[in-house]
């Protein structure tokens, strides 16, 4: 199994950006389907964005479509997601994740909180 680490949260202002990092060990990102989720307090956790082996094909939420840009980096194990244009309602708890499919993910990080101040 697949261990991730994520980072990059932090407190910003409305319309600020962040970039969150996904790093990988034990096994090599290259054959995952990677993705993006987050849980906001009270609320069930969804998904933000994933990207397939072949990073051209990519998924977003539609709340976050047009702000939010997710990448891989093979060479360094990592993914990323850059967050721009920020909103209140992107506050939440962010985490990483590894599938073997497009749907199926079996393996998380910690996760990394995301504040958005109005």
């Known amino acids: 199994q697949v261990h991730l680490v994520e980072s990059g949260g932090g407190l910003v202002q409305a319309g600020d950006s962040l970039r969150l990092s996904c790093a990988a060990s034990?096994?090599?990102?290259?054959?995952?389907?990677m993705g993006w989720f987050r849980q906001a307090p009270g609320k069930e956790r969804e998904i933000v964005a994933k990207?397939?082996?072949?990073?051209?094909?990519?998924y977003y939420a539609h709340s976050v479509k047009g702000r939010f840009t997710i990448s891989r980096d093979n060479d360094k194990n990592s993914v990323y997601l850059q967050m721009n244009s920020l909103k209140p309602e992107d506050t939440a708890l962010y985490y990483c994740?590894?599938?073997?499919?497009?749907?199926?993910?079996?393996?998380w990080g910690q996760g990394t909180q995301v504040t958005v101040a109005s």
């Open positions: 034990g096994r090599t990102l290259s054959s995952y389907i």
């Open positions: 994740a590894a599938a073997r499919n497009w749907y199926d993910f079996g393996s």
């Open positions: 990207i397939d082996t072949s990073p051209d094909f990519t």
